[in-house]
């Protein structure tokens, strides 16, 4: 069973940098896939950024070039780096884990980051 804790989310001008945390507190978190999901209010809830155990990352368009997510093994600890913020990157933020080898899923509670204009 894995524990996720999110934290960095807050209020910040448009144009401003946020980096958001995750830190993992089980045993498996070096042999999965990590990613960031947002939702905003009224919309589904979307993928970010994703990065793989061997480091191969994804990112959605809408966030190319101004977020980047890396992770710390060593920590147990994957980040999002988010530059340029925009107001429609206003949503709850998400970390995930998995699937891992049983196809099982892992998020943690949400952390709110607001952009204002």
């Known amino acids: 069973q894995e524990q996720l804790v999110e934290s960095g989310g807050g209020l910040v001008q448009a144009g401003g940098s946020l980096r958001l945390s995750c830190a993992a507190s089980g045993s498996i978190f070096k042999f999965n896939a990590m990613g960031w999901y947002r939702q905003a209010p009224g919309k589904q809830r979307e993928l970010v950024a994703r990065i793989t155990t061997s480091d191969t990352t994804n990112y959605a368009d809408s966030v190319k070039g101004r977020f980047t997510i890396s992770r710390d093994n060593a920590k147990n600890t994957v980040y999002l780096q988010m530059n340029s913020l925009k107001p429609e990157d206003t949503a709850v933020y998400y970390c995930?884990?998995?699937?891992?080898?049983?196809?099982?899923?892992?998020w943690g509670q949400g952390t709110q980051v607001t952009v204002s204009s």
């Open positions: 995930n884990l998995g699937p891992d080898y049983l196809g099982r899923v892992y």
